[in-house]
């Protein structure tokens, strides 16, 4: 019986480097056996037509039958509803900005008259506008006053009445 031997890939040609412990080098390629199986019919067929019969073969994926047209329908179901997405989303954003253009100019003149009644205000409590405002409801400046304090009852400063004539609020 005679064996032919296999041929070597043209990566096994390489040295091999760092190989695995226990591996097999370049010149040291196993021939596969068909020896001992068991194989048809007869004794009579030859190592050769065995060899022929027994060589294994890398057989092709069964193909898949897929439908494509539901696919491709859902994928223009997503494409087109994630456009329309975007659109309202975009839509609802400008929406909002004419909005807050709105309320920020709104903002803007409520500042102006918060500022406007504050400037009112401090301008009503100055010591010269209350002057003139008691003095328009009648009322005459006291003079400086006098204190009592309460622990002992001791004066401090002389007590005078105001001058001047009454108010109309004391009638």
Do not use: C, H, Y
């Not at 039958?65 to 696919?71: D, E, Q, S």
């Not at 006291?142 to 004391?170: E, H, Q, Y």
Request: hydrophobic share 40%.
């Amino acid at each position: 019986m005679t064996t032919t031997p296999l041929r070597a890939s043209p990566r096994s040609k390489l040295p091999q480097q760092g190989g695995r412990p226990g591996g097999r080098g370049v010149d040291q390629a196993v021939e596969p056996s068909f020896e001992g199986l068991v194989t048809g019919p007869g004794p009579a067929e030859s190592l050769g037509e065995r060899k022929a019969r027994l060589k294994i073969r890398l057989a092709p994926p069964v193909p898949v039958a897929v439908p494509r047209t539901p696919f491709i329908v859902a994928l223009v179901v997503v494409v087109v509803a994630g456009v329309l997405g975007i659109l309202v989303l975009n839509s609802k954003i400008n929406q909002n900005a004419f909005k807050l253009d709105a309320l920020r100019a709104s903002q803007a003149e409520l500042d102006l008259r918060q500022q406007q009644l504050e400037q009112f205000i401090a301008e009503k409590e100055s010591p010269g506008s209350l002057a003139a405002a008691a003095t328009k409801l009648g009322l005459s400046d006291p003079g400086p006053p006098a204190f009592i304090l309460l622990p002992d009852g001791k004066v401090i400063g002389v007590p005078r009445p105001a001058t001047g004539a009454p108010s109309n609020a004391s009638q």
